[in-house]
């Protein structure tokens, strides 16, 4: 029951608040987005896709209403899977695939059971999500995610740093909430998962699922199939 509320507050959320709503919050913007995501593919060109062979296939774990990193890398040459718990968001994502002239293959499934998508993969994407998942399934998530890879795939995956806040960010945070108090009282708002790690639990959690940690950076961490689990 938990995993189903988890899954249906994403479906809830794109609805109302949708594309750049559900990426950035409600306070953003599309210009916002497109730069991020720019930013994002240079990093990700330079510092993970070495690792795969051009043309590979890539599972894109959280693929987003836009689609955004799985049409970023078929325009580079890969063939792309895309994955998301929230139908309208599957939905939204083949609209702009279609836009982009880009062909990609779109699931519709939770991230803690991938078995609806067949094969195996030669690089999983997760990005700006794993965060959202229950800590409690964290792990079933990560099992998932290496029954997808083909041994010696790899793996980019963003998790969120457990790690001591600034004040400036503790007093961002305080005004947040606060403001968010008052705007439920006119707007539907959504409250979703934030799951943060120690770097000493990310570390045993990629170990114990079968996972090497290449590099990391930021909370972006590229990982290395090493055995099946």
Partial sequence: ??????????????????????IHGTNSNMGRVLKQLEK??????SWALPSIPLGGNILDCGT????????????????????DVSPTTI??????AQKAGQKIDFVNANLVDLSKISGKFDFLFCIETFGHIPSYLSLKTLEQF?????????????FWVDKEKPFMRLLYEFLYFSALKIKKMFTPVFHVN?????????????KSTGFEILKNERGYYLLKKIRNI
């Fill in 194 to 206: 934030v799951s943060s790690y120690t770097s000493e639990e990310i570390e045993d959690m990629c």
């Fill in 64 to 83: 987003g209403p836009m689609a955004r990193y799985a049409v970023g890398f078929s325009k580079l040459g890969y063939k792309v899977t895309g994955v």
């Fill in 91 to 96: 939905k939204l994502a083949r609209g702009w």
């Fill in 40 to 45: 994002d593919m240079e990093f990700i060109s």
């Fill in 146 to 158: 290496n029954k997808k890879l083909k041994m010696g795939g790899h793996g980019f995956i963003q």
């Fill in 1 to 22: 029951m938990k995993t189903k509320r988890w899954g249906n507050v994403w479906e809830e959320k794109v609805k109302h608040q949708g594309e750049v709503g559900i």
